[in-house]
């Protein structure tokens, strides 16, 4: 089976993690000269758990995404593949910088009907007020052309099972 596997870049990663560290120092620093007040600790808190999850995350080699014949795997898809049949479009958005594809789907319902009624209510909310998917794909932190991917997406979209192979060993050829 032939698959496109996509990971974090590690330098987008190392930045955020140098701008986490270098917060959770200040307000170490803040804290130790007397200025023991909440912001300070919350600074601490916050940009400390963030420096962990960004370290985490760095020395992780999982994958974050996975685009195969069958569909689409990610972390963002609830660990679930979504399948090609079931994927209408895909088109790029960006909400606050972070960058997403997001996959219109005609069967919406068959997805997540095993999720929470809390989930299924941020989907919508997110729908209403971002202008996102049920289905986004987070890709700001991937190494990768974003335009690259969603074109592919788009082109395994509309072909059939027997070719969309091809097009990922062709796509995989450019590399």
Same mark, same amino acid.
């Given at each position: 089976?032939?698959?496109?596997?996509?990971?974090?870049?590690?330098?987008?990663?190392?930045?955020? $993690?140098?701008?986490?560290?270098? $917060?959770?120092?200040?307000?170490?620093?803040?804290?130790?000269?007397?200025?023991?007040?909440?912001?300070?600790? $919350?600074?601490?808190?916050?940009?400390?758990?963030?420096?962990?999850? $960004?370290?985490?995350?760095?020395?992780?080699?999982?994958?974050?995404?996975?685009?195969?014949?069958?569909?689409?795997?990610?972390?963002?898809?609830s660990n679930k593949t979504i399948r090609w049949e079931i994927m209408k479009d895909a088109y790029l958005h960006k909400v606050n910088n972070q960058i997403f594809i997001c996959l219109v789907l005609h069967e919406k319902e068959s997805i997540y009907k095993d999720e929470s009624d809390f989930k299924k209510d941020m989907m919508e909310f997110n729908k209403i007020f971002f202008g996102i998917q049920e289905v986004n794909l987070n890709i700001g932190l991937l190494n990768c052309d974003k335009n690259k991917i969603l074109g592919l997406l788009l082109l395994l979209i509309h072909f059939e099972n027997d070719k969309r192979s091809k097009v990922i060993n062709d796509y995989l050829m450019e590399l």
């Open positions: 089976m032939t698959e496109l596997k996509l990971y974090s870049s590690k330098k987008k990663i190392f930045g955020f $993690l140098i701008i986490s560290l270098l $917060l959770t120092s200040a307000d170490i620093f803040i804290i130790c000269n007397g200025n023991n007040n909440w912001k300070a600790w $919350l600074g601490l808190v916050l940009f400390s758990g963030c420096s962990i999850a $960004l370290l985490y995350r760095m020395l992780s080699d999982k994958c974050e995404l996975t685009i195969d014949e069958n569909g689409v795997y990610g972390k963002s898809t």
